[in-house]
């Protein structure tokens, strides 16, 4: 099972204020072991308790993503995941390819339809139609990373004989869908190389509903579920007695990851907070525990 972490983009999160801060703490995970490093994706997150005014704001996702693609070497690189409807799916898709041959093949694209409505308002993004907007989106970024050439006239997006060139350095760039609803697993059953659903501690029966139900929709589509990467998002935070996440501790750490990987998962990534240099080294002694 590989094993990867969300780093931070806001200084609230810990120590993620600033490029360098980012880096350092990239590098200190690369070196000490981990498979993959993961970027969520938005302008801001506001709670909605609170005032306009007090939203913890992120550095830009894919900006990051390119700068870690260039100055890391061994890990995967991912996005946790990029909603489809900041960017156009063609713009998306080039910009995958891009930073692909920049980072040697060792880009997950991963996608999703997004949630979080204050910065849709905020940016002036439609909120409306999301998951139809999204399966668009999907029908023009999953073939154009894959070398195709692609038409589709949609309701919200259209592109006409489109193909990237460069052409991509991998014709398989891996596509990983979040999703938990029926529309949303039956696309990524049709489109995706590998499923994730967020957050949990350990292996629990809202996971087994939710991998049920990816099962259910990949037979629906006529697709063997075996076929399908399971990957989880396991939060890192709590105390022993937690429910929905793990104890920021090596041992609980380790027992976790060893639950999972008896799950079947293929690959989990851990959100650690607070995101720190002295937090992740925790992790990474974890992590050395579980794989013995």
């Given at each position: 099972?590989?094993?990867?972490?969300?780093?931070?983009?806001?200084?609230?999160?810990?120590?993620?204020?600033?490029?360098?801060?980012i880096l350092g703490l990239a590098r200190q995970l690369e070196d000490g072991g981990v498979d993959s490093l993961w970027l969520s994706d938005h302008f801001f997150y506001r709670a909605p308790d609170q005032p306009v005014g007090s939203e913890t704001g992120y550095h830009e996702a894919w900006t990051l993503l390119s700068a870690l693609a260039a100055t890391t070497r061994r890990v995967e690189l991912g996005t946790l995941v990029l909603a489809t409807s900041f960017r156009p799916p063609g713009l998306l898709a080039k910009m995958a390819a891009t930073v692909d041959d920049v980072s040697g093949g060792r880009l997950i694209l991963g996608l999703g339809c997004g949630w979080h409505e204050p910065e849709y308002e905020a940016f002036g993004y439609p909120f409306d139609h999301r998951v139809g907007r999204f399966e668009e989106a999907l029908r023009i970024i999953v073939p154009l990373v894959h070398r195709e050439r692609v038409t589709v006239d949609g309701e919200y997006a259209q592109v006409r004989d489109a193909e990237i060139r460069p052409t991509p350095i991998r014709p398989d760039l891996p596509v990983l869908v979040a999703a938990k609803g029926r529309r949303m697993l039956g696309l990524t059953a049709r489109y995706a190389d590998a499923w994730q659903t967020a957050w949990f501690g350990h292996p629990d029966d809202r996971y087994?509903?939710?991998?049920?139900?990816?099962?259910?929709?990949?037979?629906?589509?006529g697709r063997d579920p075996a076929s399908m990467q399971l990957t989880v998002g396991v939060a890192i935070e709590g105390d022993e007695d937690a429910e929905t996440s793990v104890a920021l501790a090596s041992d609980s750490i380790a027992g976790a990851l060893a639950a999972w990987r008896d799950a079947g998962v293929?690959?989990?990534?851990?959100?650690?907070q607070p995101s720190t240099s002295a937090s992740f080294a925790t992790v990474l002694d974890g992590i050395r525990r579980f794989r013995g």
């Open positions: 099972m590989r094993v990867g972490v969300a780093l931070p983009q806001a200084a609230e999160d810990g120590a993620g204020g600033t490029w360098s801060e087994r509903q939710r991998h049920g139900d990816l099962v259910a929709a990949c037979e629906e589509e293929d690959h989990v990534q851990l959100a650690v």
